[in-house]
């Protein structure tokens, strides 16, 4: 398995933007298929975004399309989430995630980032 932590959350005002990061080691990053999700109190986790092992394909949750944007840099074993105009909505511990190649699932998990945005 892979290890992962996430850095990057805190207090924000709506309209604002944040960058969060996900530090992963153990395992050959680059090999991992990756992922955020949220969970809002008294909410399920949600998928937010996703990307392949290279980069060459994301995917996002319609709420955040157009405003959120996944990447990786496989070099320094880290993904990133770049937040840009923020809603409260938006308010929810996100997480980092890791899939192998040969899995179906996502099977590993951060701790999770506190996220906050005011009205």
């Known amino acids: 398995q892979v290890q992962l932590v996430e850095f990057g959350g805190g207090l924000v005002q709506a309209g604002g933007s944040l960058r969060l990061s996900c530090a992963a080691s153990g395992r050959t990053f680059s090999s991992y298929a990756m992922g955020w999700f949220r969970q809002a109190p008294g909410k399920e986790r949600e998928f937010v975004a996703a990307?392949?092992?290279?980069?060459?394909?994301?995917a996002y949750a319609d709420s955040v399309k157009g405003r959120f944007t996944i990447s990786r840099d496989n070099a320094k074993n880290t993904l990133f989430l770049q937040m840009n105009s923020l809603k409260p909505e938006d308010t929810a511990v996100y997480y980092c995630?890791?899939?192998?190649?040969?899995?179906?699932?996502?099977?590993?998990w951060g701790q999770g980032t506190q996220v906050t945005v005011s009205s």
């Open positions: 995630a890791a899939q192998e190649t040969s899995a179906a699932s996502f099977g590993s």
């Open positions: 990307i392949t092992w290279s980069g060459g394909r994301k």
